[in-house]
């Protein structure tokens, strides 16, 4: 078992949630305008919080916005870059301006993009002594530079107020960070930002940091799963769904956040949102807390345990030979290997793309148990 680095108790899912700490507040969410932040924007307005929706995306952010406020919700709408910090230092003042205490209570960093198959392999170049092509770095920018200005931020405005329970930054972060990859689909770079922000949320929910430097907050982070949104569309759904894996809703990911945000006693977890309704529950009943780093050592037994709610280990194998090699990365092997299905999935690949097994080695698949 790993050493628990400070006091912190699994999440009891089955404790009564308490919105109440949320009215009044002050809250920002950035990517608030689509998916998973509008979800968590709706949640918290909800309830009662000043939320201001941060996104790049003027036309939808405004829409939704009023739609919100056409409800009687508390929302205002702050386009900006997350890439920027100026850009994203003037939603954080906007959000000072209308809190009713003068504070910013609750930060959620939701923006994020997903690079398209592999774009980051250098295959083409490496088989034909082409000069190599710059990667292209966007992923890394918002989902991992972004989030990094958005904490950096809301430690700004969290060391200027008081301890409050509702205090708290919720990092979203994807399965992606626990197991190299779930799919071919995402790339090394999407991944590398995903484990990044799980390391800036490693550095910060030591007890320590959020008494001295962010004026007591709680810090929390969120692991979905495959969850249908426009980063995840119909088509990539029915695709995973027709290779047996069970696709989460947004509405999982809100359960998860409003578990975090209105339970003052979690501090420091992770909560893997999946889904409930594929697991013949309600939204986020098939959530759990990963244990990460705490109990659950790397956050990968936990993860392992409940493999059969994410889908069938079948699913996996199928999906990667219906790759072809170039649009496969070696973390997609890695995550074969940790699901002990290389051998059948190996003789797929190699016969599906009609490879030697020397050829199949460059894939990295020679020695995949080096995780
Ligand atoms: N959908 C999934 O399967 C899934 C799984 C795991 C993690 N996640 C993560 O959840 C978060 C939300 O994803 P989603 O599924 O709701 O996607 P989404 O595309 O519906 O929402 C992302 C939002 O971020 C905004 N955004 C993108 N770049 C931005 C920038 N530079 N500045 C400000 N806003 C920007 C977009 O305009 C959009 O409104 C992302 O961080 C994503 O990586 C999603």
């Given at each position: 078992m790993a050493t628990t680095p400070y006091p912190s108790t699994p999440i009891d899912f089955h404790r009564q949630l308490d919105p109440?700490?949320?009215?009044?507040r002050t809250a920002l969410v950035t990517g608030g305008a689509s998916g998973i932040g509008l979800s968590i924007v709706t949640a918290l307005a909800e309830v009662g919080a000043h939320v201001t929706l941060v996104d790049i995306d003027a036309s939808t952010g405004a829409s939704v916005t009023e739609t919100l406020k056409s409800q009687g919700l508390h929302v205002i709408f702050a386009e900006a870059d997350v890439t920027s910090w100026e850009s994203q230092a003037k939603a954080f003042q906007r959000a000072l301006r209308i809190s009713p205490q003068q504070t910013i209570d609750i930060v959620v960093a939701a923006a994020g993009i997903k690079t398209q198959y592999a774009s980051c392999f250098p295959v083409e170049s490496a088989a034909t002594d082409k000069e190599p092509k710059r990667p292209p770095t966007a992923t890394l920018d918002v989902n991992l530079t972004g989030t990094y200005f958005t904490m950096s931020l809301a430690q700004h405005y969290f060391a200027r107020s008081p301890p409050h329970p509702a205090k708290q930054m919720l990092f979203i972060a994807s399965m992606a960070a626990y197991n190299?990859?779930?799919?071919?689909?995402?790339?090394f770079d999407y991944t590398a930002s995903k484990f990044g922000v799980r390391g800036l949320f490693h550095q910060v929910r030591r007890p320590e940091l959020a008494a001295t430097?962010?004026?007591g907050a709680r810090f929390n982070l969120l692991a979905p799963f495959f969850i249908a949104s426009p980063m995840c569309p119909p088509e990539e759904v029915e695709e995973l769904v027709s290779v047996g894996w069970k696709v989460g809703d947004v509405e999982d990911v809100r359960e998860g956040a409003k578990r975090c945000l209105t339970d003052?006693?979690?501090?420091g977890r992770v909560v893997v949102c999946c889904s409930g309704k594929g697991n013949?529950?309600?939204?986020?009943?098939?959530n759990f807390d990963?244990?990460?780093?705490?109990?659950g050592g790397f956050g990968l037994p936990a993860v392992v345990e409940r493999k059969g709610w994410f889908g069938s280990l079948e699913a996996t194998a199928k999906r990667w030979v219906s790759f072809k090699p170039a649009q496969l990365g070696l973390h997609s092997i890695l995550l074969a290997s940790f699901l002990h299905i290389k051998d059948v999935a190996f003789e797929a690949f190699i016969r599906r793309n009609a490879l030697t097994t020397e050829q199949a080695g460059v894939f990295g698949w020679s020695n995949p148990w080096y995780l």
């Amino acid at each position: 078992m790993a050493t628990t680095p400070y006091p912190s108790t699994p999440i009891d899912f089955h404790r009564q949630l308490d919105p109440s700490i949320l009215k009044g507040r002050t809250a920002l969410v950035t990517g608030g305008a689509s998916g998973i932040g509008l979800s968590i924007v709706t949640a918290l307005a909800e309830v009662g919080a000043h939320v201001t929706l941060v996104d790049i995306d003027a036309s939808t952010g405004a829409s939704v916005t009023e739609t919100l406020k056409s409800q009687g919700l508390h929302v205002i709408f702050a386009e900006a870059d997350v890439t920027s910090w100026e850009s994203q230092a003037k939603a954080f003042q906007r959000a000072l301006r209308i809190s009713p205490q003068q504070t910013i209570d609750i930060v959620v960093a939701a923006a994020g993009i997903k690079t398209q198959y592999a774009s980051c392999f250098p295959v083409e170049s490496a088989a034909t002594d082409k000069e190599p092509k710059r990667p292209p770095t966007a992923t890394l920018d918002v989902n991992l530079t972004g989030t990094y200005f958005t904490m950096s931020l809301a430690q700004h405005y969290f060391a200027r107020s008081p301890p409050h329970p509702a205090k708290q930054m919720l990092f979203i972060a994807s399965m992606a960070a626990y197991n190299q990859s779930t799919s071919p689909a995402l790339s090394f770079d999407y991944t590398a930002s995903k484990f990044g922000v799980r390391g800036l949320f490693h550095q910060v929910r030591r007890p320590e940091l959020a008494a001295t430097r962010f004026g007591g907050a709680r810090f929390n982070l969120l692991a979905p799963f495959f969850i249908a949104s426009p980063m995840c569309p119909p088509e990539e759904v029915e695709e995973l769904v027709s290779v047996g894996w069970k696709v989460g809703d947004v509405e999982d990911v809100r359960e998860g956040a409003k578990r975090c945000l209105t339970d003052h006693s979690i501090r420091g977890r992770v909560v893997v949102c999946c889904s409930g309704k594929g697991n013949g529950g309600g939204f986020g009943d098939a959530n759990f807390d990963a244990g990460d780093d705490l109990e659950g050592g790397f956050g990968l037994p936990a993860v392992v345990e409940r493999k059969g709610w994410f889908g069938s280990l079948e699913a996996t194998a199928k999906r990667w030979v219906s790759f072809k090699p170039a649009q496969l990365g070696l973390h997609s092997i890695l995550l074969a290997s940790f699901l002990h299905i290389k051998d059948v999935a190996f003789e797929a690949f190699i016969r599906r793309n009609a490879l030697t097994t020397e050829q199949a080695g460059v894939f990295g698949w020679s020695n995949p148990w080096y995780l």
